[in-house]
T-cell receptor, first 113, second 111 residues
Framework: DSGVTQTPKHLITATGQRVTLRCSPRSGDLSVYWYQQSLDQGLQFLIHYYNGEERAKGNILERFSAQQFPDLHSELNLSSLELGDSALYFC????????????FGQGTRLTVV | TQLLEQSPQFLSIQEGENLTVYCNSSSVFSSLQWYRQEPGEGPVLLVTVVTGGEVKKLKRLTFQFGDARKDSSLHITAAQPGDTGLYLCAGGSGSWGKLQFGAGTQVVVTP
């Protein structure tokens, strides 16, 4: 158990819809990273939040947005969903930034039909 | 963008054989991490190397960071079926930089 909780574990939704994925980091970790993992693209960095503030953006589409709340949990919002958005979405928490260990949640498997 | 290339993409071996996975980049990283991911789970950290030329051993796994801190290798001795998984390398670029992940090497060890 990494201590990082992601919900839901599975999500099936139709094209054009909007979903929210939730992540609770390990106790004490201020950094939350979101990643998308698909078979043909590997683990792609989406966005990083540290203590409520956005720190870095990766290959995140404009249809996607995220935020980190005062209690440090984070939500990733995906809107106007397309078939190609089907993937595993992971969040990872770290004490600090890139040189510290990343603890991953079990992921949310999103299927867009 | 700093790219990490892993090779091979897929490796299938029999129990008891040795294997090596490579992680290469044209960029310098301040640290290099190796993770293993099993189906339906998130990646789990195996080791972090931070010094050029550093070698770390974790039971039957040996990790090496290149002298120039641009490449790394993972060697597994006498592989076991429990070593099956997706091995990912990730480069760190400073205290606040994000981890840059390679595409992974899928290792399958058959009894």
């Amino acid at each position: 158990d990494s201590g990082v909780t992601q919900t839901p574990k599975h999500l099936i939704t139709a094209t054009g819809q909007r979903v929210t994925l939730r992540c609770s980091p390990r106790s004490g970790d201020l950094s939350v990273y979101w990643y998308q993992q698909s078979l043909d693209q590997g683990l792609q960095f989406l966005i990083h939040y540290y203590n409520g503030e956005e720190r870095a953006k990766g290959n995140i589409l404009e249809r996607f947005s995220a935020q980190q709340f005062p209690d440090l949990h984070s939500e990733l919002n995906l809107s106007s969903l397309e078939l190609g958005d089907s993937a595993l979405y992971f969040c990872a928490s770290q004490v600090g930034g890139g040189n510290t260990e990343a603890f991953f949640g079990q992921g949310t498997r999103l299927t867009v039909v | 963008t700093q790219l990490l290339e892993q090779s091979p993409q897929f490796l299938s071996i029999q129990e008891g054989e040795n294997l090596t996975v490579y992680c290469n980049s044209s960029s310098v990283f301040s640290s290099l991490q190796w993770y293993r991911q099993e189906p339906g789970e998130g990646p789990v950290l195996l080791v972090t190397v931070v010094t050029g030329g550093e070698v770390k051993k974790l039971k039957r796994l040996t990790f090496q960071f290149g002298d120039a801190r641009k490449d790394s290798s993972l060697h597994i001795t006498a592989a076991q079926p429990g070593d099956t998984g997706l091995y990912l390398c990730a480069g760190g670029s400073g205290s606040w930089g994000k981890l840059q992940f390679g595409a992974g090497t899928q290792v399958v060890v058959t009894p």
